[in-house]
Nanobody, 115 residues
Framework: QVQLVESGGGLVQAGGSLRLSCAASGSIFSMNYMAWHRQAPGKQRELVAYITSGGATNYGVSVKGRFTISRDDAKNTVYLQMDSLKPEDTAVYYC?????????WGQGTQVTVSE
């Protein structure tokens, strides 16, 4: 069982930056990959970015070039650096730890980007 706790969300003006953290209770090294998803009101949850155990990354089209996912296995923590934020980035951001058979989710952290 892995528990995930996100932090770092908040209110920021358009063009600003935020850094989200996802702290895991267990080792993230054993996970196939770690990911960030987001869900805006009235919309489906969407993949923002993921990072594999080997460090390979992939990003959603809407955030590519603005967001950076990284991991610190020693701290069992995954980060999402969000730059050049836009109002359409407003959502609840969820951390996920994915194995071959299970996906663990955090409780989410709210990110609000004002005009």
């Amino acid at each position: 069982q892995v528990q995930l706790v996100e932090s770092g969300g908040g209110l920021v003006q358009a063009g600003g930056s935020l850094r989200l953290s996802c702290a895991a209770s267990g080792s993230i090294f054993s996970m196939n990959y770690m990911a960030w998803h987001r869900q805006a009101p009235g919309k489906q949850r969407e993949l923002v970015a993921y990072i594999t155990s080997g460090g390979a990354t992939n990003y959603g089209v809407s955030v590519k070039g603005r967001f950076t996912i990284s991991r610190d296995d020693a701290k069992n923590t995954v980060y999402l650096q969000m730059d050049s934020l836009k109002p359409e980035d407003t959502a609840v951001y969820y951390c996920a730890a994915v194995t071959k058979i299970l996906t663990y989710w955090g409780q989410g952290t709210q990110v609000t980007v004002s005009e």
